[in-house]
């Protein structure tokens, strides 16, 4: 199906361990995004791709890595998750100056 | 750099009565701002957008909102409030050299009947 899709929606981890968080988007955006959802903040950037293999540290970088060796995918890892990262993570895309498309989101817990 | 301040975290609104949700911006340059809907377990939807041109702007479901630029304004309005408005909404600003967007804290709608 067309869109951008996020995997897996729910997610339960331990402190300490990686977690990667996966994005995938059908419509060859140039511009993809990840923000993190939290009650009182609204939503943060990340990280953000400006294309393959291009990528620029966002708000709220820190325990977070992202890759893009394909246009249509970008990953986000946590290499040591912390309870500070339980959250709701948006992916987006984009390819002009206007709106981003979001995804449906993952909801991570690390206990 | 840019900030979004929504002012109100609840707005309360009786069905069929005006919706006013009120966002303000901070930008050294006339800023492209948007309006995106959430709603409960799905990600965010756009409502409606300015970029140039006309300062009010008409999106979907009934809503609009106007660029006021002496102001830094750009709230969002919807004449009668239906049960199906309820969800979150969040204002964006976005600087004209770049993609990136800053959000506001956003606004949870409850709907009474």
């Known amino acids: 199906d067309a869109g951008i899709t996020q995997s897996p929606r729910y997610k339960i981890t331990e402190t300490g361990r990686q977690v990667t968080l996966m994005c995938h988007q059908t419509?060859?955006?140039?511009?993809m995004f990840w923000y993190r959802q939290d009650l009182g903040h609204g939503l943060r950037l990340i990280y953000y791709?400006?294309?393959?293999?291009?990528?620029d540290k966002g708000e709220v970088p820190d325990g977070y890595v992202v890759s893009r060796s394909k246009t249509e995918n970008f990953p986000l890892t946590l290499e040591s998750a912390t309870r500070s990262q339980t959250s709701v993570y948006f992916c987006?895309?984009?390819?002009?100056?206007?709106?981003?498309?979001f995804g449906p989101g993952t909801r991570l817990t690390v206990t | 750099a840019q900030s979004v301040t929504q002012l109100g975290s609840h707005v309360s609104v009786s069905e069929g009565a005006l919706v006013l949700l009120r966002c303000n911006y901070s930008?050294?340059?006339?800023?492209?701002l948007f309006w995106y809907v959430q709603y409960p377990n799905q990600g965010l939807q756009l409502l409606l957008k300015?970029?140039?041109?006309?300062?009010l702007v008409k999106g979907i479901n009934g809503f609009e909102a106007e660029f006021k630029k002496s102001e830094t304004s750009f709230h969002l309005t919807k004449p009668s409030a239906h049960m199906s408005d309820a969800a979150e909404y969040f204002c964006?600003?976005?600087?004209?050299?770049?993609?990136?967007?800053?959000f506001g804290g956003g606004t949870r709608v409850l709907v009474k009947p």
């Open positions: 964006a600003v976005s600087g004209r050299s770049g993609n990136k967007l800053t």
């Open positions: 300015y970029t140039t041109g006309a300062t």
């Open positions: 987006a895309s984009s390819e002009t100056h206007y709106e981003q498309y």
């Open positions: 791709s400006a294309a393959a293999d291009i990528t």
């Open positions: 930008s050294s340059v006339p800023p492209y």
């Open positions: 419509w060859s955006h140039s511009y």
